[in-house]
C-alpha cells in the first residue's frame, strides 16, 4: 500500500499518535524522533518493519512508532525479536530498550543474540539507572553512584561495558551515539538497519529526573570513531574509551544467522517413516 | 475384552545393550503382525548405568504394560536395587539370567518367580563377534516365539552399514539364544497376529507429538533441551525445514519461549517443548501470550518432581503449574493426550486451538508417553489444522483487541498494511493502547475468558466410554492402564465409566455434567502425591458426593490390577 | 460500631503535588491524636501523570477506605477518565476545584455531587513562592477541622533543610486556603481524638512488611527493583547493616530468588520481594527451595495482572501462581497479611515459619496494602523468631533429609563440623544422595508435606471474628473493607462472621472446620476476575452447599458498602 | 574439628564415597582430583568450604567432595554462591558446572558475577556439548559441529568466548587448564583460592561419549600463559589465543565485592522512626 502511493513518507508518517508516559526533558524523545527519520530516509513499508520492546521508560518506545510492534516483558526483547526475524526473515526488525532491560535481566540474550548474529537492529537508550522503578542503579551506572535508596551507599561494582561484550560476544556491528545529537544517531541508524547481522546501538540517554546531571552529557560526547573491521583493533579503541566516543565502532562482515532451507517433502511423505 | 500379551522386562548395566535388544524386539513384532509397547526406565548416568527395556507384545492393540512381566531377562544385576519396584514379577514369572553375574538378588525374589540360569556371557564369549544381547534376544524371540526371519530383517536394515559380518556375527548370537532356549519350557507363547487391516505405525509419544504439530500446521520451533522432551524437537528439527519452517536451539528456556511469542506473532504457528524445570521458568512468558493474546503451544513432558526432581522417570506431576502456574488472571488452555496414538492428535488439535483462540495452549504428556514407542494402527487424521482470524488490510480505525461477541479479534499478520499496531502484555484499550482503566481491565478479562469457555470444541473435550453409575475420571497416560482395567473388570462383570479429558482448561461444566450423566459415583484416578487433579476437578467441577481417589507418585508405573484392585476395594465398601 | 469519619481525595497531575498535601495532611492527623488511611492512585508515568491522594481521618482506628469522598479536591482533571473509576462520590459529596482548570468533566458530577469553584490557582499566584496544594491543605484542613498547629509542625519538620523562607510560603498558603474555606459550609467536621492510650505509629504496608520480616530475623535479602514491591527493599537496604545483615541488588529475579537460597543455605534467614512477574520467574527456584528444603521468605506484592499488567493497582491476583506455580509436588507455605498492621505480625511468623519448617513461605500483600500509608496503633509483637532445627557437630552418619517423625530433620549449617552434605533439588535418600528409587521419593514426599500438615500454627491460622451462621471467608487487604461492612451490618442488626485466613497453604481441613463451626452459609470475597480463592476452597476444603462468592478484579477497590449490598442481596435471596 | 587434629588431611580426605555417574574416561574424574588435591594443598577446613553447582554431568560434582555441597537448579550456580559469600563471608566458596550451564542458561549470572567479583572461584567444566541431554551443542560448539540431531547442519554460531568475556565484564582473576594436566590443574585452583575476588577457570574437560574427538586436546594444549594485570595485555593475548593456551591469563587487584556494615542498632531503635 505505502509502496503504491507515489508520496515519499515523511518522518511523521512513522509516528503514531500517542502521547509519550516520558517525563518533559527526557532523552527518549529525541531517540524516537531520529528511529522515524531513519525510517522515513529509509523509506521502509511500514507494515513491513516492526518493533520490539521490552519494560523500561525507554522499551514503551514501539507503541509511539507507526509500524508492527510489540512490547514484551522485561529483558526479553531480543529473544521476541529474534523469534521474530527468525520466522519472518522478510520483516525488518528494530528492538529497543533501556540498559536495565538489556544488559541486566536482558544480559544473556544480549550476549547470544550477538553470538547469533540475527538480522536484527539492537538500540539501547542507556541512562544509567532504572527510570521507570523510579531510581535504581543499572549495570552501567558508576560504582559511587549514591542516588539510590537500595544501594545508598553506592553499587561499588565495575560499570558493565556494553561494547565490549557486544565485540567480544560476536556482534557485527556496533556504534555509539547521544541523543542529543539526532542527526548522527539517524545516521547510525540507518547504517544499522542496512547491515546484514546483528547491530548494536548504544545510545547515552539522559534520565533528565534520576540522573540530571546526565544533561552535561552534551558536554562531554565527542564524535570519534569511524568503522573498523578489524576487532583487535575495535578493542584497542575501547581499551581507551571514556564512555563518551560516539560513531560506529565496529562493522564485520560475518554472515547474519539464518536457518536451513530443506529438501520440500509433504506431510505423507515425512508420515512415511513410521510405516513398519 | 483383557487382551493376551507377553510381558518382557530385558535389564542390564548401560553398556549391555538391553536398549537395542528391546528395540529390535519390539520391531521384530511389528514385522511380524503383532502389536506391542516398550517403555524405558532408565537411570541418571549417560553411560553404564542401569537400564531396563519394558516390553509388551500382543496380536490385539496393546494399551498399557501389564501388571507383572512374564520374562525377565538380566543381562546383569547391577544397582538393581534402585529400580527393582518398576519390575513387578509373579510365582508365574520367569527370571532369566547369568550364573557369572552372582545369584538373584533376595529383593527379586519375593513374588517367589522360576529361575532359569543361562549362561549368556559365556554363550556370546564362545562366538567371534558375540554379544550378549544378541544371545539374549534369540532367547527371548524363540521363548515367546516371534519368527527368527522378522528379527533377521530388522537386524539386516539395522546393521546395513557395518557390513555383512556384523549381520553374520548377531545371527550367530541370536542361534546360540534360540539353542539355549530350547531346554526352557512352560513359557506363555504369542498366539500368532489376526489379519493386519490397517498400516501399522511403530512411534513413540514423542515423535507422535512432533508430528501432530507438524501436522497442525508448526513451522516455527525455538527450545532448549531438556529431558524427557528433548526427542520432540530431535524429531522436529530435521523435518522443519522439509516444510518451509525452522528450529532454533535458544540460549534458555526463557528465550525459547519468548522466541515462538516473536514468531506466532510474525504470523507462524509456533512450538516450544519442554518439562518441568523449563515450564517453570516460561511462566511469565506465558502470562504476556495471553495478554498479548499470542496463539503458541508449549509441549510439556513431565518427569520426577519437583525441582530437578527424576528427571527420566514419569509422573503425571506439572498439573498445577500448568493450570495455574501464571501470575494474574490468566485464562490459557491445557491439554492432555491419552495414549500414544492420541498424542498425534491431541498436538495437532492443540495446534488448532491455540491459533483459533489466540491463545498459549499447554499440552501435558508425559515420560511415560513420550519416551514409550509403540506399535499402533495408523491414527486418523481429523484434520484440524491450526489458522487464526485475520485482519484484513487498511481496515478503518483497526482495533487489534476489538471487544467482539466471540472475544477473538481479528489479528494483523506483520506485512498487511494499514494493520499496524503494537502487541502489549500491559493491560489495554481495544485498540492496543496502555491503559489502567478499569472498565478497559473489565472488559479485555472477559474478553479473554470468553474466548476459551464460549469456544465449540466438538466432541473432543474428553474420551467418555461406557455407561456405567460408577466412573473413573482420569487423564494423560494413565488413561491406558485404566482402559485395560476396565476392560478386565467387565470380563468380570463389573462394569465402569472411562472420563479421560482431553482439554483440562478451561473448565467446561456442561461438558463434564454431560460425561457425569447416570454417574452416581467416582473414582479419580492420577499418578502424583498430592492429588493435583482430583483437587482441581473440586474446585472446578461438581463432583458426585461419592468420589474416592486412586493416586500415588512415580516413579514405579500404576499397573491396570491396582486399579482394578481399588474399584473392588470400593465395591466392597474397604 | 461503623466509625465516622471523613474522606478526601487529592487528584491532580504529577507536578501538582498532591501526593505531598496528602502526606502532610496524614501527618498532621496523626500529630493531632487523630487515625487515619492514605491510599494512593498512581498513573503509568514517572512524572507528571495523573495520581491522587486518597485519605480517610477519623478519631477511631481506620480499618479501611470509606465508600464515597466526602470532599474530591481537584488541583486539575488531567486525564480524570483513567481513574475516575477510583473515585466514588455521593449526592453529599463536595468538590472542590479551579474554575481556571475548565469544567467539571460530566463522569464526576454523576452522583450528583456539590460543586465549589476554587480559585486555587489565582491564589497561590498570588503569594511569594505560592504553591497550590499548599493553598489546597490549607482549605481542606479548615473545612474538616483540623488544627492549623499540627500541619505548620508537620511542615516545619519536612522544610527545615529548605530554610524559614520556604516555611513562610508555605504558611501563607495554607492561611489563604483556609480563608477560601470560611465561604464552604457544610462539610462534616472531625470528632476530636479520643484520649491516646498506645504509640501510634505512621507506617505502610511495605514498611511493616520489611519491619515484621527483620523482626523475624531476616538478615540476607537479594532482590530485583519491581513496582509495587521495591519499598520493602528500600526500607530494608539501610537497615540491614545495622543488626548485621545486608542486601544485594540481583541482575534479576532468577539470580534474586537463588542468592537468598544460597544466603539460607549458609544458615543466615534470607527474603526476596517482588511482584507477579518476579514471582513468575522465580518458580524454578521455589521448587528448589521446596525439594533442597532451604527456608526463604518471598514477599510478593500483588498489582493488576496478568503480565506486565497494571503495575501500579492492585488486585489479590497472584494467589493460583502463589499456591500452584511450581511444578511437580511442591508443598509449600503461603500466607497473607490481612491490614497494614497485620504486615508486621505475618511477614515475622512467615519468617518463622520458614525457618522452622525449612520451606519457602510465599507471603502475599498487593499495592493497596503496600503503597498506603496509615496512622495505627503500635502493633503487638508476638516474639515470633526465625530458629532453624541446627544439626550437631560430629554427629555420626549425619543425615540431612532423615526421614523423622515430624517430617523436619536437622539442617548442618556451613562451618558445622562434620555436618558436611550436599543439598539437592534431585530427589534423594535421606542422606541427600541422588536417587531415583520409588521408595525414597515416597518417603522424601511425605515428609515434605507432613512437616508442613502437622506442624503447630497455633491460633494464626486465620482470623475468626463474630459468630453467626453467615460468614464471609476472606483474606488479605480485602479483610478490612469486609471488617467495615460486618460492623455496618451488625449496626443493622445482620449479624456475620468473618474468616479471614492468613495461611492460605497448606490447606488444614481441622482449622477449617472449627472456624466454619455454627456456619450455615458463606460468602467469599475476593479481588480477582476469576474467583482464585473461591475456587481454591472448593478445591482443598469442604464448604457449605449454600456458598455464593462476591469478586471482581481491581484497579477499583472493592468498599464495604458494596460487600454490605452483595450481603442484603443474599438475604433477600436476589 | 579438623582444625585441631594434628594430621594433616589429604586430597582423599576430601573426597566423598560416592561413585560418579560419569561415563568411563571423562574428563571431569581429573577435575574432582585436583580439586580434592588443592584443598588438601590449601588445608582449608571441610567444614569451612562449600562447593555449589547447577545442573549436567559436571555440576554433579559436589557431592564427589567432603565439603559442604549445593547442587541447585540448572545455570544457577553462581547466584546461590553470590547468595552463599554475601550472608558467610568466612567460607570459602568454589563454583562448578559446565559451558552450557554457565555460559548459556547461566551466561546473565556469569557475566554478572565477574563484575560483581565477589570472592568466588568458579570452575568450569567445558566440554563444548551437553553431555547430560546427550550431546546438543553448547556455546562453546564449533560452529560447523554437525554431532546433534537439534542442529544437525551445525549452529552457524560464533562460539561463545569465555574468557573474552570475563576479561570484559571484570573478573579478577581468569585462567585456562586442561583437565588431562592435572597438576597445572590443581595450582590454578589454589592460585584461585587464594585470589580474592571472581576468579574463572575454564577447564577443558573432554567429553568422551559425545565429542570422543576431544581425546586429542592433549596434543593441541600448550602451555603458555603467564599472569598479567594489564587488561590490555590480556586482550591482546586473547586476540591470538586458539583456544588450547593454558595459563593464568589475567590476575588484577581490584578488591572483592563485600556488602556495607552499618553503625548497629536494636529493632526497638529502628522501629523508633515509625512513631508519630
Ligand atoms: C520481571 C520483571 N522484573 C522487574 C520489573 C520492574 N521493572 C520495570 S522497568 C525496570 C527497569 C527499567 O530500566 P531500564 O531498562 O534501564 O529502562 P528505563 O526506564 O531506564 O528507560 C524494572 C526493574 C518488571 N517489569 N518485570
Ligand atoms: C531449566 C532446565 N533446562 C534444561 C535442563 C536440562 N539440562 C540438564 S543438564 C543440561 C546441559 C548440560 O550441559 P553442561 O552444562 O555443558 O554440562 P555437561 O553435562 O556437558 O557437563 C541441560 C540442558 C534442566 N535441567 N533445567
Ligand atoms: S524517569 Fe528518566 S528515563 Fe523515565 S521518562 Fe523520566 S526522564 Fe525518561
Ligand atoms: S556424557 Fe560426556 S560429559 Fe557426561 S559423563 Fe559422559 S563423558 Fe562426561
Ligand atoms: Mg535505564
Ligand atoms: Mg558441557
Redesign the pocket.
Same mark, same amino acid.
Given at each position: 500500500m505505502d509502496m503504491l502511493t507515489a508520496e515519499k513518507l515523511t518522518a511523521q508518517d512513522y509516528r503514531s499518535d500517542l502521547k509519550p508516559v516520558w517525563c518533559p526533558g527526557c532523552g #527518549?524523545y529525541a531517540v524516537i524522533a531520529a528511529i522515524a527519520k531513519a525510517l522515513a530516509e529509509l523509506q521502509l513499508p511500514r507494515e513491513d518493519v516492526a518493533f520490539v520492546s $521490552?519494560? %523500561?521508560? !525507554? !522499551?514503551r518506545i514501539p507503541a509511539y512508532s507507526a509500524v508492527y510492534g510489540f512490547h514484551g516483558?522485561? %529483558?526479553r526483547a531480543l529473544p521476541i525479536a529474534t523469534g521474530l526475524k527468525m520466522a519472518r526473515p522478510d520483516m525488518t526488525v528494530l528492538v529497543a %530498550? $533501556? #540498559?536495565?532491560?538489556?544488559f541486566s535481566?536482558g544480559g544473556n540474550h544480549f550476549m547470544h543474540a550477538c553470538r547469533r548474529n540475527a538480522d536484527l537492529t539492537y538500540i539501547v537508550?542507556d541512562?544509567s539507572?532504572? %527510570?521507570?522503578?523510579k531510581g535504581?542503579a !543499572?549495570p552501567t551506572t558508576e560504582p559511587d553512584w549514591e542516588g539510590s535508596k537500595l544501594t545508598p551507599d553506592g553499587t561499588h561494582i565495575t560499570p558493565f561495558q556494553p561494547l565490549e561484550i557486544a565485540l567480544s560476544a560476536g556482534a557485527s556491528f556496533i556504534s555509539r551515539a547521544f541523543s542529543g545529537k539526532p542527526a548522527e544517531l539517524t545516521r547510525q541508524i540507518c547504517e544499522g538497519v542496512n547491515h546484514k547481522g546483528f547491530s548494536l546501538i548504544h545510545v547515552l540517554s539522559p534520565?533528565v529526573t534520576f540522573r540530571p546531571e546526565q544533561r552535561a552529557y552534551k558536554d562531554k560526547v565527542h564524535e570519534e570513531w569511524r568503522p573498523t573491521a578489524d576487532r583487535t583493533e575495535a578493542f584497542q579503541k575501547l581499551m581507551a574509551d571514556d564512555g563518551f566516543a560516539t560513531g560506529i565502532l565496529y562493522q564485520g562482515t560475518k554472515p547474519p544467522f539464518r536457518p536451513e532451507m530443506g529438501v520440500p517433502a509433504t506431510i505423507a511423505e515425512i508420515e512415511a517413516q513410521f510405516a513398519v | 475384552m483383557a487382551i493376551s500379551s507377553v510381558s518382557i522386562a530385558l535389564t542390564g548395566s548401560g553398556g549391555a545393550g538391553v536398549m537395542t535388544a528391546g528395540q529390535v524386539l519390539l520391531d521384530a513384532a511389528a514385522k511380524a503382525g503383532l502389536y506391542g509397547l516398550m517403555a524405558k526406565s532408565l537411570g541418571p548416568q549417560i553411560r553404564g548405568g542401569e537400564s531396563a527395556a519394558l516390553l509388551r507384545i500382543s496380536n490385539e492393540p496393546v494399551q498399557s504394560s501389564d501388571d507383572t512381566y512374564d520374562l525377565l531377562m538380566a543381562v546383569d544385576w547391577g544397582n538393581i536395587e534402585r529400580f527393582a519396584a518398576e519390575l513387578p514379577l509373579s510365582k508365574d514369572s520367569v527370571i532369566i539370567c547369568d550364573p557369572a553375574q552372582g545369584p538373584v538378588p533376595e529383593l527379586m525374589l519375593t513374588a517367589n518367580p522360576r529361575v532359569v540360569n543361562v549362561p549368556l556371557k559365556e554363550l556370546a564369549a564362545s562366538l567371534e563377534g558375540g554379544r550378549v544381547n544378541m544371545v539374549g534376544l534369540g532367547l527371548i524371540a524363540e521363548l515367546i516365539g516371534l519368527p527368527e526371519s522378522s528379527i533377521v530383517d530388522i537386524l539386516a536394515a539395522a546393521l546395513k552399514k557395518k557390513g555383512p559380518e556384523a549381520l553374520e556375527a548377531s545371527k550367530a548370537g541370536l542361534r546360540a539364544g534360540q539353542k539355549a532356549a530350547q531346554s526352557i519350557t512352560g513359557i506363555v507363547k504369542l498366539s500368532p497376529p489376526g489379519p493386519s487391516t490397517t498400516e501399522r505405525w511403530s512411534i513413540n509419544g514423542n515423535e507422535a507429538t512432533g508430528l501432530g504439530a507438524l501436522k497442525g500446521g508448526v513451522r516455527f520451533v525455538a527450545a532448549y533441551p531438556i529431558t524427557p522432551a528433548t526427542e520432540i524437537l530431535e524429531w522436529l528439527a530435521p523435518q522443519l525445514p522439509k516444510v518451509g519452517g525452522c528450529l532454533i536451539q535458544a540460549e534458555d528456556e526463557l528465550a525459547s519461549i519468548n522466541q515462538i511469542i516473536g514468531g506466532s506473532f510474525g504470523g507462524v504457528p509456533a512450538l516450544t517443548a519442554t518439562s518441568g524445570p523449563g515450564l517453570a521458568l516460561m511462566s511469565?512468558a506465558l502470562g504476556l501470550a495471553v495478554a498479548s493474546e499470542t496463539p503458541l503451544l508449549v509441549c510439556n513432558v513431565m518427569r520426577g518432581g519437583p525441582s530437578t526432581g527424576i528427571p527420566t522417570k514419569s509422573e503425571q506431576v506439572d498439573l498445577n503449574i500448568a493450570l495455574y502456574g501464571m501470575h494474574g488472571d490468566a485464562p490459557h488452555i491445557v491439554t492432555a493426550p491419552n495414549s500414544i496414538s492420541d498424542c498425534v492428535f491431541t498436538a495437532q488439535w492443540s495446534v488448532y486451538l491455540a491459533e483459533a483462540m489466540q491463545a498459549p495452549v499447554i499440552l501435558l504428556s508425559d515420560q511415560a508417553m513420550g519416551q514409550s514407542k509403540a506399535i499402533i494402527d495408523k491414527p486418523a487424521d481429523l484434520g484440524f489444522i491450526g489458522e487464526r482470524l485475520a485482519a484484513e488490510a487498511n481496515v478503518e480505525n483497526y482495533q487489534r483487541y476489538a471487544v467482539t461477541a466471540s472475544g477473538i479479534s481479528p489479528m494483523a499478520v506483520p506485512g498487511t498494511p494499514g494493520g499496524m499496531y503494537t502487541a502489549d502484555g500491559l493491560e489495554h484499550s481495544p485498540r492496543g493502547t496502555p491503559s489502567t482503566q478499569a472498565s478497559h481491565h473489565q472488559e479485555q478479562l472477559d474478553k479473554r475468558l470468553r474466548k476459551l469457555t464460549d469456544f465449540d470444541y466438538g466432541d473432543h473435550w474428553g474420551d467418555i466410554e461406557g455407561d456405567s453409575e460408577t466412573a473413573i475420571i482420569t487423564w494423560g497416560s494413565i488413561t491406558d492402564p485404566t482402559r485395560e482395567a476396565i476392560d478386565r473388570l467387565a470380563d468380570e462383570g463389573v462394569s465402569v465409566k472411562l472420563i479421560s479429558i482431553r482439554l483440562l482448561a478451561p473448565a467446561l461444566p456442561d461438558k463434564f455434567s454431560a460425561a457425569l450423566k447416570g454417574v452416581k459415583r467416582a473414582m479419580v484416578v492420577e499418578q502424583n502425591h498430592s492429588r493435583q487433579f482430583h483437587t482441581y476437578l473440586r474446585g472446578v467441577y461438581d463432583l458426585p458426593a461419592d468420589t474416592i481417589t486412586y493416586h500415588r507418585p512415580g516413579p514405579v508405573a500404576i499397573r491396570p490390577s491396582e486399579i482394578v484392585e481399588a474399584v473392588k476395594a470400593w465395591n466392597k465398601g474397604a
Amino acid at each position: 500500500m505505502d509502496m503504491l502511493t507515489a508520496e515519499k513518507l515523511t518522518a511523521q508518517d512513522y509516528r503514531s499518535d500517542l502521547k509519550p508516559v516520558w517525563c518533559p526533558g527526557c532523552g #527518549d524523545y529525541a531517540v524516537i524522533a531520529a528511529i522515524a527519520k531513519a525510517l522515513a530516509e529509509l523509506q521502509l513499508p511500514r507494515e513491513d518493519v516492526a518493533f520490539v520492546s $521490552g519494560i %523500561g521508560c !525507554s !522499551s514503551r518506545i514501539p507503541a509511539y512508532s507507526a509500524v508492527y510492534g510489540f512490547h514484551g516483558v522485561h %529483558g526479553r526483547a531480543l529473544p521476541i525479536a529474534t523469534g521474530l526475524k527468525m520466522a519472518r526473515p522478510d520483516m525488518t526488525v528494530l528492538v529497543a %530498550g $533501556g #540498559d536495565g532491560d538489556g544488559f541486566s535481566i536482558g544480559g544473556n540474550h544480549f550476549m547470544h543474540a550477538c553470538r547469533r548474529n540475527a538480522d536484527l537492529t539492537y538500540i539501547v537508550m542507556d541512562n544509567s539507572v532504572y %527510570g521507570m522503578t523510579k531510581g535504581q542503579a !543499572s549495570p552501567t551506572t558508576e560504582p559511587d553512584w549514591e542516588g539510590s535508596k537500595l544501594t545508598p551507599d553506592g553499587t561499588h561494582i565495575t560499570p558493565f561495558q556494553p561494547l565490549e561484550i557486544a565485540l567480544s560476544a560476536g556482534a557485527s556491528f556496533i556504534s555509539r551515539a547521544f541523543s542529543g545529537k539526532p542527526a548522527e544517531l539517524t545516521r547510525q541508524i540507518c547504517e544499522g538497519v542496512n547491515h546484514k547481522g546483528f547491530s548494536l546501538i548504544h545510545v547515552l540517554s539522559p534520565c533528565v529526573t534520576f540522573r540530571p546531571e546526565q544533561r552535561a552529557y552534551k558536554d562531554k560526547v565527542h564524535e570519534e570513531w569511524r568503522p573498523t573491521a578489524d576487532r583487535t583493533e575495535a578493542f584497542q579503541k575501547l581499551m581507551a574509551d571514556d564512555g563518551f566516543a560516539t560513531g560506529i565502532l565496529y562493522q564485520g562482515t560475518k554472515p547474519p544467522f539464518r536457518p536451513e532451507m530443506g529438501v520440500p517433502a509433504t506431510i505423507a511423505e515425512i508420515e512415511a517413516q513410521f510405516a513398519v | 475384552m483383557a487382551i493376551s500379551s507377553v510381558s518382557i522386562a530385558l535389564t542390564g548395566s548401560g553398556g549391555a545393550g538391553v536398549m537395542t535388544a528391546g528395540q529390535v524386539l519390539l520391531d521384530a513384532a511389528a514385522k511380524a503382525g503383532l502389536y506391542g509397547l516398550m517403555a524405558k526406565s532408565l537411570g541418571p548416568q549417560i553411560r553404564g548405568g542401569e537400564s531396563a527395556a519394558l516390553l509388551r507384545i500382543s496380536n490385539e492393540p496393546v494399551q498399557s504394560s501389564d501388571d507383572t512381566y512374564d520374562l525377565l531377562m538380566a543381562v546383569d544385576w547391577g544397582n538393581i536395587e534402585r529400580f527393582a519396584a518398576e519390575l513387578p514379577l509373579s510365582k508365574d514369572s520367569v527370571i532369566i539370567c547369568d550364573p557369572a553375574q552372582g545369584p538373584v538378588p533376595e529383593l527379586m525374589l519375593t513374588a517367589n518367580p522360576r529361575v532359569v540360569n543361562v549362561p549368556l556371557k559365556e554363550l556370546a564369549a564362545s562366538l567371534e563377534g558375540g554379544r550378549v544381547n544378541m544371545v539374549g534376544l534369540g532367547l527371548i524371540a524363540e521363548l515367546i516365539g516371534l519368527p527368527e526371519s522378522s528379527i533377521v530383517d530388522i537386524l539386516a536394515a539395522a546393521l546395513k552399514k557395518k557390513g555383512p559380518e556384523a549381520l553374520e556375527a548377531s545371527k550367530a548370537g541370536l542361534r546360540a539364544g534360540q539353542k539355549a532356549a530350547q531346554s526352557i519350557t512352560g513359557i506363555v507363547k504369542l498366539s500368532p497376529p489376526g489379519p493386519s487391516t490397517t498400516e501399522r505405525w511403530s512411534i513413540n509419544g514423542n515423535e507422535a507429538t512432533g508430528l501432530g504439530a507438524l501436522k497442525g500446521g508448526v513451522r516455527f520451533v525455538a527450545a532448549y533441551p531438556i529431558t524427557p522432551a528433548t526427542e520432540i524437537l530431535e524429531w522436529l528439527a530435521p523435518q522443519l525445514p522439509k516444510v518451509g519452517g525452522c528450529l532454533i536451539q535458544a540460549e534458555d528456556e526463557l528465550a525459547s519461549i519468548n522466541q515462538i511469542i516473536g514468531g506466532s506473532f510474525g504470523g507462524v504457528p509456533a512450538l516450544t517443548a519442554t518439562s518441568g524445570p523449563g515450564l517453570a521458568l516460561m511462566s511469565e512468558a506465558l502470562g504476556l501470550a495471553v495478554a498479548s493474546e499470542t496463539p503458541l503451544l508449549v509441549c510439556n513432558v513431565m518427569r520426577g518432581g519437583p525441582s530437578t526432581g527424576i528427571p527420566t522417570k514419569s509422573e503425571q506431576v506439572d498439573l498445577n503449574i500448568a493450570l495455574y502456574g501464571m501470575h494474574g488472571d490468566a485464562p490459557h488452555i491445557v491439554t492432555a493426550p491419552n495414549s500414544i496414538s492420541d498424542c498425534v492428535f491431541t498436538a495437532q488439535w492443540s495446534v488448532y486451538l491455540a491459533e483459533a483462540m489466540q491463545a498459549p495452549v499447554i499440552l501435558l504428556s508425559d515420560q511415560a508417553m513420550g519416551q514409550s514407542k509403540a506399535i499402533i494402527d495408523k491414527p486418523a487424521d481429523l484434520g484440524f489444522i491450526g489458522e487464526r482470524l485475520a485482519a484484513e488490510a487498511n481496515v478503518e480505525n483497526y482495533q487489534r483487541y476489538a471487544v467482539t461477541a466471540s472475544g477473538i479479534s481479528p489479528m494483523a499478520v506483520p506485512g498487511t498494511p494499514g494493520g499496524m499496531y503494537t502487541a502489549d502484555g500491559l493491560e489495554h484499550s481495544p485498540r492496543g493502547t496502555p491503559s489502567t482503566q478499569a472498565s478497559h481491565h473489565q472488559e479485555q478479562l472477559d474478553k479473554r475468558l470468553r474466548k476459551l469457555t464460549d469456544f465449540d470444541y466438538g466432541d473432543h473435550w474428553g474420551d467418555i466410554e461406557g455407561d456405567s453409575e460408577t466412573a473413573i475420571i482420569t487423564w494423560g497416560s494413565i488413561t491406558d492402564p485404566t482402559r485395560e482395567a476396565i476392560d478386565r473388570l467387565a470380563d468380570e462383570g463389573v462394569s465402569v465409566k472411562l472420563i479421560s479429558i482431553r482439554l483440562l482448561a478451561p473448565a467446561l461444566p456442561d461438558k463434564f455434567s454431560a460425561a457425569l450423566k447416570g454417574v452416581k459415583r467416582a473414582m479419580v484416578v492420577e499418578q502424583n502425591h498430592s492429588r493435583q487433579f482430583h483437587t482441581y476437578l473440586r474446585g472446578v467441577y461438581d463432583l458426585p458426593a461419592d468420589t474416592i481417589t486412586y493416586h500415588r507418585p512415580g516413579p514405579v508405573a500404576i499397573r491396570p490390577s491396582e486399579i482394578v484392585e481399588a474399584v473392588k476395594a470400593w465395591n466392597k465398601g474397604a
